[in-house]
């Protein structure tokens, strides 16, 4: 049985974390593995435990606290579907069952062989976690370029699953402007395609002049994004098909 936490802004989906360490760490600064750029996150917010069969949720002192199913907990025991609450981001908490990997085409004497591919180690666990990664794989290739102001012609490949937009230290991209949120859009890699959502900040990016939403708005070649001091042409750079 593995798992994995689902990290949600409103109704958007901003990424997965697969549990595979001893211990994950939630927290506002950099260096947490689930790294959550908002001011109602403290620096050292939670951590995840596994112990055992067992994973654990533990406070670690929050100022605002965490809340599991809408109720405020210092340490709780994960079940499937268990919704966290961690600032302005929800967190849940998904089991997944693990499917024995296949052996090979091999002659079927060979029981040694087949002995060795059914043993799960944890390197195969993170193959089956990577499984649905696939696909992006095939995807094209895109980046961003800025063209205007003094950084015109500097570009971004977009090869992260998520590439983030606004004037706070961890954003890749970075904008100015009193009304950009710390951390205001995040652009997605996923099998759908490239896709740009807003997070914070009074004020939002445009795509084609039109301002995006919490909702994802699905980037087409040679879309113009405009955000505070900045505007940034989206171009694939690699043709192939989703």
Known sequence: M?????????????SEY?????????????ENAIHIDNLAVSGHHA????????VILEDLGSTNGTLVNEKQVTK??????DSILIGKHTLTYVEIEDS?????????????????TMIITPQAKETLLNKGKATAETMPLAAVQI???????KSFD????????????SCRIKAKGFTVGKQSAVITRRPTGYHITHLEGLSK?????????????TLKDSAIIELGDMKLEFFIKKSSIF
């Not at 593995?2 to 901003?14: G, T, V």
């Not at 977009?158 to 230290?169: E, M, R, V």
């Open 18 to 30: 697969p549990l595979v360490a001893e211990e994950t760490a939630i927290g506002r600064k950099p």
């Open 205 to 217: 990016a445009k795509v084609n002049g039109t301002s995006i939403t919490s909702q994802p708005t």
């Open 147 to 153: 063209i205007t102001g003094a950084q015109a012609g």
């Open 158 to 169: 977009l090869t992260s699953s998520l590439t983030s937009l606004g004037k706070g230290d």
């Open 100 to 116: 024995p990997i296949p052996a090979p085409s091999e002659p079927e004497d060979n029981d040694d062989d087949m002995d060795k």
């Open 47 to 54: 951590r995840v435990l596994k112990i055992g069969s067992k």
């Open 76 to 81: 709780h025991i994960l079940k499937h579907g």
């Open 2 to 14: 593995s798992s994995k936490l689902i990290l949600r802004f409103k109704d958007s989906i901003i």
